[in-house]
């Protein structure tokens, strides 16, 4: 796989998360392992989070900024 094909799947990784959360997605680097995903709260910033993406097999991750999900109340 070539560095921009790799990026490519990485892209989609957050594209995916970003419209269901709760999908097991196949790491795109070794794909064998599931990526963990973990939400980090950026200090003073109101509507972006930083995304982790953790593969539980070969350790590799990436993060991404993405807009904090804000659930309706009513
Ligand atoms: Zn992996």
């Given at each position: 796989m070539?560095?921009?094909?790799?990026?490519k799947?990485?892209?989609e990784v957050v594209i995916q998360t970003e419209?269901?959360?709760n999908s097991s997605?196949?790491?795109?680097e070794c794909?064998?392992?599931k990526l963990i995903i973990k939400d980090e709260i950026i200090e003073g910033h109101p509507v972006k989070?930083?995304?982790?993406?953790i593969?539980?097999?070969?350790?590799?991750w990436n993060v991404a900024?993405?807009?904090?999900i804000v659930k309706d109340g009513n």
């Open positions: 070539t560095k921009s094909e790799k990026i799947k990485w892209v419209k269901n959360s997605i196949i790491c795109p794909e064998v392992g989070i930083d995304r982790y993406f593969c539980d097999n070969c350790g590799k900024l993405m807009s904090k």
